[in-house]
């Protein structure tokens, strides 16, 4: 499967914005998927899950209550939507996906095996 991520830019402390990945080249839904992010100078790390149906997503503490994520098979889609932007938040955002994990809650990277090319995200204080 290809992931293409959108959807990144620059916004002001206490902004929104709102992340796409489309995937093509494979059954989107046998994936679990995730968006995980990378600060400079910092180590990749997990951002939100979601499970094959949507059904369930799972979070890092530290965006719980601000961003939400969510996806559409029928669009072959997954979604960050972001909310309260904070300086910390500035990164670049990967979604990724692999048939293998079944929990929303994988957050090693290493076990998820398609990666989009990343969206920028600069939030300004």
């Known amino acids: 499967v290809q992931l293409q991520a959108s959807g990144g830019g620059w916004v002001q402390a206490g902004g929104s914005l709102r992340l796409s990945c489309a995937a093509s080249g494979g059954t989107f839904s046998r994936y679990v998927m995730a968006w995980f992010r990378q600060a400079p100078g910092k180590e990749r790390e997990f951002v939100a899950g979601?499970?094959?149906?949507?059904?369930?997503?799972s979070y890092a503490d530290s965006v719980k209550g601000r961003f939400a994520i969510s996806r559409d098979n029928r669009k072959n889609t997954v979604y960050l939507q972001m909310n309260s932007l904070n300086h910390e938040d500035t990164a670049v955002y990967y979604c990724?996906?692999?048939?293998?994990?079944?929990?929303?809650?994988?957050?090693?990277?290493?076990?998820?095996?398609?990666w989009g090319q990343g969206t920028l995200v600069t939030v300004s204080s």
């Open positions: 990724a996906a692999d048939p293998s994990v079944i929990t929303s809650a994988q957050r090693m990277a290493a076990q998820y095996g398609y």
């Open positions: 979601v499970t094959r149906s949507g059904g369930s997503t």
